[in-house]
C-alpha cells in the first residue's frame, strides 16, 4: 500500500497540517509517478476525504466486536469498472462501497472496514475524482463503515476507462449468526426488499446507445440497517444473496443449487417498476436478469416471514418489499416461477451476458 497512508502531509509554523490545494485540472503520468505530484494528488482529493487512521503502510484497527469468543470475521473483495461512471442513481464511488458493504451483510457480518484502491486513467478529470470519493465518502459514513487503507495507480491513455476502483471490506459475524444458502429448507419464504432491475436499466439509459428517455434510477444503496432490522424481527433468518450481476434469476438459482431445494416464485408478485417493464419489453430483455446494486433476497422460516416483512418495509431500503416465493422440495436446484397467465415456466441461470459493464 503506497498511495492513501504513507504520505509527507505539509506542516504550517504554528503546527497546522495544511493539504496542498491541487492545480492540475486532470491527472497525468506523474500523478502516479511516486514523487510530490502523486502525494499531492493523494493529499487533496483522497486523504482529505477519507482521513484513513494513521500514516504507515497499512491500516492498524481493533474493534471491540473481534474480541467477543466465537465471533467471525468475514472479508470480501470486489471491482467496479461500470460504464458511465456516474449514472442516475450513484456512480462508480458509491456502487463501489454499496457492493462491498452489501457482500458483508447478506453473510449476516457488521461491515466495520474497507480498503478502496483506484486505477486512474492519464486525463481523468481531478474534479470527477473529486465527486467520486466524495460520494464514497458520502456512502460510507452511511453505511457505518470507515475507508482505513488503499492505493492510487496512474495508467497511459487507453489503457483503463478514466476510472476502475477495487474495494474490500472487512466485518465481524456476532455469535449465532449462521446464514448461508445451503442452510435452505423447503417451506421457507423467499423475500425482497423492493423493485428489480432498475440498477441494469438505469445504466442501460444512461450510456445512450438506445435513445431512451427514462427516469428510472438504479437502486444503489447499502443494505446494513435492513438486514440488522430483519434479523431482529426474524433471527430465523437462514440465507440472503445480493441480486447483482445476473439478477434476482442467477442469485435464485446459485441458492437452490447450494441448499438442494426447488424455489418457486409468482410473476405476479415481483416489484418491477413499470418503466424497467417498459425498457425490458422494448429491447427484448427479462428483468429478471438486470443487475441490482440496492436489492437483496432473503429466506426466513415461513412463521416468520410476516415479521421480517414489516421489519423491511419500516426501513428506507425496504419500502417496496415482497414476499415473492418460497423452497419446495420438487424440482431440486431449480427455479420456476408462476407466470400472470397461470402458467409455470423455468426460470434458468443467466447464459452470457445481457449488459457489460454494469458494475
Not at 419489453?281 to 440496492?294: F, Q, T, V
Request: with cysteine; charged share 20%.
Amino acid at each position: 500500500m503506497c498511495g492513501l497512508l504513507a504520505i509527507r502531509r505539509r506542516t504550517a509554523v504554528d503546527g497546522r497540517t495544511v493539504r496542498p490545494a491541487l492545480g492540475d485540472t486532470h491527472v497525468t503520468l506523474a500523478h502516479g509517478g511516486g514523487g510530490r505530484a502523486m502525494h499531492d494528488l493523494i493529499d487533496a482529493v483522497f486523504r482529505s476525504a477519507f482521513d484513513p487512521p494513521g500514516k504507515e503502510d497499512q491500516a492498524r484497527l481493533s474493534h471491540p466486536a473481534l474480541t467477543e469468543p466465537g465471533a467471525q470475521l468475514a472479508f470480501t473483495t470486489d471491482s467496479f469498472v461500470v460504464t458511465p461512471v456516474e449514472f442516475p442513481g450513484g456512480d462508480i464511488g458509491k456502487i463501489a462501497v454499496c457492493g462491498t458493504v452489501n457482500d458483508l451483510v447478506v453473510g449476516g457480518a457488521r461491515p466495520l472496514w474497507l480498503s478502496a484502491a483506484f486505477i486512474i486513467e492519464e486525463g481523468c478529470e481531478v474534479a470527477l475524482l473529486h465527486r467520486i470519493v466524495a460520494s464514497m465518502a458520502r456512502e460510507a459514513k452511511s453505511a457505518g463503515v470507515r475507508i482505513v487503507t488503499g492505493d492510487t495507480k496512474v495508467v497511459g491513455r487507453g489503457a483503463a476507462d478514466r476510472i476502475f476502483v477495487t474495494t474490500s471490506g472487512i466485518g465481524v459475524i456476532p455469535v449465532g449468526r449462521n446464514l448461508a444458502a445451503a442452510n435452505i429448507r423447503p417451506g421457507d419464504v423467499a423475500l425482497v426488499n423492493g423493485v428489480l432491475g432498475n440498477h441494469g436499466a438505469a445504466i442501460l439509459a444512461a450510456r445512450g446507445d438506445m435513445a431512451l428517455s427514462t427516469t428510472i434510477a438504479s437502486d444503489c444503496q447499502s443494505l446494513g440497517q435492513l438486514m440488522e432490522a430483519v434479523l431482529a424481527a426474524a433471527p430465523g433468518t437462514v440465507a440472503a444473496r445480493d441480486a447483482t450481476r445476473g439478477g434476482l434469476a442467477s442469485a435464485l438459482n446459485e441458492m437452490a443449487e447450494a441448499a438442494g431445494v426447488g424455489i418457486e416464485i409468482d410473476e405476479a408478485h415481483l416489484p418491477i417498476h413499470p418503466e424497467v417493464r417498459g425498457v425490458c419489453e422494448i429491447l427484448g430483455l427479462d428483468p429478471l436478469y438486470l443487475a441490482n446494486e440496492g436489492t437483496l433476497v432473503l429466506f426466513v422460516p415461513e412463521p416468520q416471514a410476516q415479521a421480517a416483512l414489516a421489519a423491511m418495509r419500516a426501513t428506507p431500503a425496504g419500502v417496496g418489499a415482497a414476499i415473492i416465493g418460497r423452497a419446495v422440495s420438487e424440482n431440486s436446484g431449480m427455479v420456476t416461477m408462476r407466470t400472470l397467465f397461470g402458467g409455470n415456466r423455468i426460470v434458468d441461470m443467466l447464459v452470457g451476458e445481457q449488459l457489460p459493464r454494469i458494475c
